[in-house]
């Protein structure tokens, strides 16, 4: 019988209980951002203040984590959300979800409120939480380094799994994100670092031995039609280009059609050449690492790595896991096409523990608050290097960082203009412009979470006519 | 009778006392360092951690500060330093002082360590403190001005005195500064910052109405002796010259006799044009606003602005107090002449409340370290987004920046390289390399808080030929 192992860890009381979901409810909601919606909407108050010690965090692996091979190595994070006031969830790849598997447990569930910092440490189902005062302030590379040096491991993210919040989450920014092993991944959106933050969590390490594959039921079945797909995936033309170029192979794409939001969404199309933020000009330009989520054949991560000028980073760990998305809010959508500060700009969000997404939305809306004489600040569109000084601000509250902390919605509506704000339930956009693509203009303003790119993602159709094409622009019932 | 005014301050029974020094003692030791020596040798117990709450802070005025005009509106910070271990004493300008002497104290006793963070304010003799957790994290500036408009004032920082240290101070980096109003004063060496931080004490308040002149015996007589030593002064080439141009006149000068260190002291005269890091290119080519301390007609203090490019910053406090010490350690010190990114350094350590000299002379043992494969690290010779990004991780202890932010002392040590290391008593040398300059040598080494260029300040002598010219290069009795 399938069985979903949760650990409830009560932070408040230190206190740990097991918890077993069995397969009728497995039935109806999987695993994953399923089962933690459903468990989430039954525990979490209603009512409360998503900073508060009542709120509950679901970190959640799904129900193939950890044994398929392919785009299966993701984590879910689910909680109510400090950005948008409601539910919400976010995801990660690396190797989070398997080694939390192989620690004994499906899902944790965090509850409660330490009375000083602390991280939780899983090894073979014992947990424990310890003392991390001297790892709180840290950004979230060095902390993730710490916690796998203190619990035995060497400084090597596959090793175990590890996530961890930085200064952002500590200081309850409102779209700060949880960083995920291994290298910079992120479950990023709707503040769920400020939550873990708020609860004085700053890590989890998990790791284990637990024989995954001993609970597939049939597993030469299982086997076979997972390297079925295997197949048909490695050789499809899409893993190539994404394992050659990640997802920001979409940068020409998207801006080739004219869905690239530029300027805060209002000036789409007006950034006349974006190629010099497009994967295939950075590939040219910089050294690149690449690298795969746990046991995915795709390797689609693209690490680049600026080796000098104004916005080289000093730090062994130099490189930079980059995204098309992050590379689109921290670049176009702020007016900014120097590859080199926008590189810059998406290592600082994962170090610093911000959601790289809702950090450009909310710089953009910075810009344009600028624009329409609301708010007093130097800083202009595509401005490198006074951008660069508000993420730091940002991410410790300081000055007018404390009101871009609070993210674009509430920026918006606290300069009296909320008009200029592009999301839906207060949740800013990713990089596609509802306006170019009608059936993703539908899905962001139907996702449960808001701003979503992820829970139906409709570009395959409206872009790249996979499985059929459907032209972008048809508003009506005939298009599908 | 002249007396000293002291409110003794124990954070840890949040008990306040005042004291009063009487003429016998306050003939020999006159005031500020004199007196705080004096006391500290008494009070400090021996051999303790200077970040230890037995560690007390004496923050004084001089017996003219607030009264006479020149020169004086000065305040001493002394206590056991935790970069050397021993006696410093570091001062600052702008309007502490005066503010303090008019709050009814003369110098202020800080012992004990606060339970949370607390700040003080005394206003006209009465103290008080305040909680200061969510001011905590913040930066000098912001916490300034939270500090200032809390307690009543406008956020103009010539309306009150303010003291505060940033997160520099908290982290306890080994060389933070206090901030002092008005507008980025430092009490820089040391490690005064950090002892504050060790208490908990974010920051401090004074403001008052207290008549200083009534207390001159001779009202009279004094202004006239002021009168005539002002009128003396004003006329002076010297006067002119740091109202135009600041301290960082010295650049072109102290470079042309080949007294200017470059590259953490290693290659003196190695950088051939240090013009672009001069006031007078930088007044040239950067709005530059001109400020002075409180009641100084010199109004040597020169704040540039950079309007672009990457090393621009966004803020509504975006001038940036630049003094010669600072824009050489950080400039050619560490190999860097673009004025920029020179500015934007200097931006930072006041912001993020560090001692420039130590910072500088931290980053170039940093960068020498590498350049000798002692340290991994990617970063070399004005290198400025490298050493830029280390500034922030140095303020946050982050990384290796907790390596660095031990200092350059204890960081050469730590890397098996001691010799490259030029200080005395553990604290870096400032801007004369005491190799062109014999006299300023002695004084460095016999200087009480080590690696200092104001307990006997012969440049004027061997540089300037004030009172009389002294071969800089002669090491016998006989020049003098």
């Keep these: 019988m399938t069985v979903f192992r949760i650990l409830r860890v009560d932070l408040s009381r230190e206190h740990f209980s097991e918890e077993v979901i069995k397969e009728d409810l497995l039935k109806k909601f999987l695993g994953g951002r399923g089962l933690a919606a459903y468990l989430a909407l039954k525990e979490i108050p209603r009512g409360i203040d998503p900073l508060d010690p009542s709120n509950k965090l679901y970190i959640f692996s799904g129900p193939l984590s950890g044994i398929a091979t ?141 024989d995954l594959y001993k609970e597939v039921v049939d597993r030469a079945r299982f086997m076979k039609v997972n390297n079925d797909i295997v197949k048909r995936i490695a050789v499809h033309d899409t893993t190539k280009t994404l394992h050659k170029y990640g997802t920001n192979v979409l940068m020409n794409i998207v801006q080739a059609i004219g869905a690239l939001p530029h300027y805060n969404f209002g000036g789409t199309g007006k950034l006349k050449d974006v190629t010099p933020v497009s994967e295939e000009y950075i590939k040219d330009h910089y050294p690149t690492e690449v690298h795969g989520c746990y046991n995915c054949p795709i390797a689609c991560t693209q690490m680049p790595v600026v080796k000098s000028g104004p916005f080289k980073i000093s730090t062994t760990e130099k490189y930079v896991k980059q995204e098309y998305e992050s590379t689109w809010s921290l670049g176009p959508n702020i007016g900014l096409t120097d590859p080199e500060a926008n590189i810059k700009l998406q290592k600082l969000a994962n170090e610093l523990g911000l959601d790289s997404i809702s950090l450009g939305n909310t710089l953009a809306m910075a810009v344009e608050l600028v624009k329409n004489g609301k708010l007093n600040l130097d800083v202009d569109w595509g401005d490198a290097g006074a951008l660069e000084y508000l993420v730091y601000k940002i991410a410790y509250r300081d000055g007018v960082g404390d009101d871009l902390a609070e993210g674009d919605y509430r920026l918006a509506v606290k300069y009296g203009m909320p008009q200029l704000f592009s999301g839906s339930r207060g949740q800013g956009l990713p990089a596609y412009d509802p306006r170019a693509l009608k059936g993703f203009a539908l899905a962001y303003y139907t996702a449960n979470r808001g701003g979503d790119h992820l829970e139906a993602y409709t570009p395959t159709w409206e872009i790249f006519g996979v499985p059929e094409k459907v032209d972008p622009f048809c508003e009506t019932q005939e298009c599908i």
Excluded: C, Q
């Design 70 to 210: 392919i785009s299966s190595s993701r984590v879910n994070v689910t909680t109510r959300s400090p950005l948008t006031g409601v539910y919400t969830h976010a995801n990660a790849g690396g190797n989070f979800s398997y080694w939390l598997r192989k620690s004994g447990y499906d899902g944790l569930i965090i509850e409660g409120k330490a009375d000083e910092p602390v991280y939780l440490v899983i090894k073979d189902g014992e947990p424990k939480l310890k003392p991390a005062k001297h790892i709180w302030g840290k950004w979230t590379g060095a902390s993730t380094k710490m916690i796998l040096e203190e619990n035995g491991f060497p400084p090597d993210e596959t090793k175990a799994g590890v996530a961890v919040i930085g200064p952002a989450g500590e200081n309850l920014v409102r779209f700060a994100g949880i960083r995920m092993s291994d290298y910079e991944r992120f479950a990023g959106r709707g503040g769920v670092g400020a939550v873990m933050g708020s609860k004085l969590l700053k890590g989890i390490l998990v790791w284990g031995t637990r």
